[in-house]
């Protein structure tokens, strides 16, 4: 694998240790599942179910924008922007684990 792509899996993974994390608070806990699945619903629209990490990686180089208009659309906290990020990585990285050529 290239630098960029295991840069990217390195993100996805810091990225969804910190949603873990804060994801125990109770009280963020559901908007951030919520979130979570925004993100996953548009990454499966763009992607399908048939995709490579080297795909995945790319499409997360330019994923600010869309994932942006995906957590807006269904975020039930004012404070979704604070957590776009934490939400865009663990997302990336669970839908990771479907990609073809998938490796932990």
Do not use: N
């Not at 994932?67 to 659309?73: D, F, P």
């Amino acid at each position: 694998m290239t630098a960029d792509v295991e840069s990217a899996r390195r993100d996805w993974e810091d990225g969804y240790h910190r949603f873990q994390d804060a994801a125990r608070d109770p009280a963020r806990e559901d908007g951030l599942h919520v979130e979570l699945e925004a993100v996953t619903d548009a990454l499966r629209k763009r992607l399908g179910s048939t995709f490579t990490i080297r795909e995945l990686a790319t499409e997360y180089r330019q994923a600010d924008a869309w994932t942006r208009a995906a957590v807006a659309e269904r975020a039930v906290a004012r404070t979704w922007p604070a957590t776009l990020s934490i939400v865009e990585s663990a997302a990336f990285y669970l839908y990771s684990r479907g990609a073809l050529d998938y490796e932990p």
